[in-house]
């Protein structure tokens, strides 16, 4: 904990008087498992450009013109979605819920960890990349992270060649009507889930644990400036200052991974 001992304190001192702390995370908060960022030296926004692949229409156009292209970033994203695990940040979090601490965890992560990790109260605003939905009913099911993604694979390595119908012939089927089925998640102009539900969370919070975001997407960057409006007390942890520096009450430039469990242990140390 060495370096920020201090804003560490601060923070544990905040979260243990707190009656209804919160928790809005994004992809950071999924970097130590291994999943890419979007818009770190590197990541998704990098590879592929979003104006062109961020709506589902970009996604199948780009897919129709050069779906060879894509591979590469598509098999990257099934290895990473494959091989992670929940990290000591996400672990953390369901401590805060056990401890009665944390209310909820509104995240833009459609990767499924928090759930994994024990979280129970959480609010995916962008979806879930493991909840499946039908195109034409609307029926949803889970599917298993890992076995899915092995499926996929397996399926991909049997091919051929990758064109846009092959990516559409991995999509599974619906139990009900048998039509087509597609990761609920939600891509650039499309409606953000459980919106007035995150937005009464970030009105009636009194602490903010603002995770791993850049806070470049909105509706979802209001959360943080929505819960200092109504005078919630704001820690942000994120190594690289971001926009959310003007509301941001206790500053932690650390990993989540890193500064989640050491925030918890300090909790527990001030309780005996
Ligand atoms: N711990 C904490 N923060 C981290 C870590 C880490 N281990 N690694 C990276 N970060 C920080 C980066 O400094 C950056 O500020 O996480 C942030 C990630 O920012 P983005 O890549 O912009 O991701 P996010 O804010 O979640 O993007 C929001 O944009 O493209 C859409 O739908 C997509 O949900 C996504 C939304
Ligand atoms: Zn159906």
């Known amino acids: 904990m060495g370096q920020y001992r201090k804003e560490i304190e601060e923070a544990a001192k905040i979260l243990s008087k707190a009656t209804r702390a919160s928790a809005f995370c994004g992809a950071g908060n999924s970097e130590e498992s291994g999943i890419a960022t979007f818009r770190d030296p590197g990541g998704l926004w990098d590879q592929v450009d979003p104006i062109e692949v961020g709506t589902a229409e970009g996604l199948i156009s780009a897919l129709d013109r050069n779906a060879e292209k894509l591979l590469p970033v598509f098999i990257g994203i099934l290895n990473a979605f494959e091989q992670a695990d929940h990290n000591p940040g996400h672990k953390a979090l369901a401590d805060l819920e056990a401890m009665g601490i944390l209310m909820s965890v509104i995240t833009q992560n459609v990767d499924n960890l928090h759930q994994e990790a024990g979280s129970s109260k959480v609010i995916e605003v962008h979806g879930n990349l493991f909840r499946m939905?039908?195109?034409?009913?609307?029926?949803?099911?889970?599917?298993?992270?890992k076995s899915f993604v092995r499926e996929i694979r397996e399926k991909l390595n049997a091919m051929a060649e990758f064109s846009l119908?092959?990516?559409?012939?991995?999509?599974?089927?619906?139990?009900?009507?048998?039509s087509m089925m597609r990761p609920d998640v939600v891509?650039?102009?499309?409606?953000v889930q459980h919106l007035p539900r995150a937005f009464g969370i970030a009105q009636s919070t009194d602490v903010m644990l603002v995770l791993g975001t850049s806070g470049n997407v909105y509706p979802a960057a209001y959360f943080p400036i929505e819960a200092k409006k109504a005078g919630a007390r704001i820690i942000v942890i994120n190594p690289t200052e971001n926009a959310f520096s003007p509301v941001t009450d206790v500053y932690i430039p650390m990993k989540t991974g890193e500064a989640l469990p050491a925030i918890v242990g300090k909790i527990k140390e001030m309780a005996h």
């Open 187 to 191: 891509m650039f102009g499309e409606a």
């Open 133 to 145: 939905k039908c195109l034409s009913c609307g029926c949803t099911k889970n599917v298993e992270r």
């Open 165 to 178: 119908t092959h990516m559409v012939s991995l999509a599974p089927l619906c139990d009900t009507c048998s």
